[in-house]
């Protein structure tokens, strides 16, 4: 794995990001893992193996496209139901015809983002989000939106009966994962501050300033209680590399793996939408030559990536799943920075 390696040691030398855990595994177990850089750059304080991130966007294919499918599996969610009939405000125009799906394949007509700064609680999120313009007719185009990710937290909440992160908890917990110190969960307890990787917010956030640490990054998920359907995911990358094995498992078509991991979730999961110029399917995204995970994955690879510099990507025919998780946005490089290394990493990676 050196020429891997070499990514991000040069990385880190460039200052895209102060520091970096990688793990790439089949579908047995990990077959490398190695952390590298600091934890911020001011401070020499070593990148370890059992550092925890902030999962940023990876939430929404690992908590939020589980617990529906989870649901789908248990008659509770249609993924074809109109969202008439889970919000009274969704009401209007085109509205009418969009679906659960088209929340999960980011096809819904809703924007990236609220204009104004995040509401203060739950009913005043969804009452903004329903009021919202489209900004295109349901399933005609895709745009990458929070916002329908964060109603999809909702609606996976009151169809589950339990707030997301005990949804997720019993996921979580389906896992096959014998190491100790694997973290995948929403928030952070005091105790393990001190080996959570820091970040800094973004100057439109009210808490600019002071950086967080086991705060949740996104200012709206951290205006919900660091709990929701986009993000608030924090975890290390054997935590990470455990849902990996289950997902690639599952695509293995490995029938004995309970919902959501049983082949036929999975396969619904991670195929391609059919609304033109997309690669997004149940909220993962898949294999273009000019995607994050490089040229070399298998075209029915499928993974996302998170906006605090972290990435999953996994690849069934090969057997082989990559996990790269960091802190770019703690004084490191840009959204375009992060993505070469990226590109680069996965390109090197392939070759183990």
Not at 154 to 164: H, I, K, Q, S, T
Request: proline share 6%; glycine share 10%.
């Amino acid at each position: 794995m050196e020429d891997a390696r070499s990514v991000l040691v040069r990385a880190i030398a460039n200052r895209t990001l102060p520091g970096a855990v990688a793990e790439v595994g089949n579908s047995s177990g990990s077959q490398w893992r190695e952390a590298l850089g600091v934890l911020r750059f001011d401070r020499p304080t070593a990148v370890a193996s059992d550092t925890i991130f902030d999962l940023a966007s990876l939430t929404k294919p690992i908590s939020t496209t589980a617990i529906v499918m989870d649901l789908v599996a248990g008659g509770r969610i249609d993924l074809d139901e109109p969202l008439t009939g889970c919000f009274d405000e969704w009401h209007g125009g085109d509205r009418e015809i969009a679906t659960v799906r088209d929340l999960l394949e980011h096809a819904s007509g809703l924007a990236a983002r609220l204009v104004d700064p995040p509401p203060a609680s739950r009913r005043e999120f969804e009452h903004e989000i329903c009021g919202l313009r489209l900004e295109y007719t349901p399933r005609t185009k895709s745009i990458y939106s929070d916002l329908g990710f964060i109603l999809l937290g909702f609606v996976a909440a009151d169809r589950g009966g339990a707030p997301l992160n005990e949804l997720f908890e019993r996921i979580r917990n389906r896992l096959d994962d014998a190491d100790v110190s694997a973290v995948l969960r929403y928030g952070i307890p005091e105790s393990a501050a001190d080996r959570t990787a820091p970040t800094e917010p973004l100057p439109e956030d009210v808490r600019r300033g002071r950086r967080l640490v086991g705060e949740v990054h996104d200012n709206y998920a951290a205006a919900l209680g660091g709990v929701a359907g986009h993000a608030g995911l924090f975890g290390t990358a054997s935590g990470v590399g455990a849902f990996a094995r289950a997902m690639l498992r599952g695509a293995r078509g490995d029938a004995a793996l309970p919902p959501p991991f049983s082949p036929d979730l999975v396969t619904q999961a991670t195929t391609r939408t059919s609304v033109p110029g997309s690669s997004r399917a149940l909220g993962w995204d898949t294999m273009l030559p000019t995607s994050s995970c490089g040229t070399k994955l298998s075209p029915s690879a499928f993974g996302h990536v998170g906006f605090t510099g972290t990435s999953l990507w996994i690849d069934p025919p090969r057997d082989r799943y990559y996990v790269l998780l960091s802190n770019r946005v703690c004084g490191g490089g840009t959204e375009a920075d992060i993505k070469e290394v990226r590109r680069a990493f996965h390109d090197a990676a392939v070759a183990l």
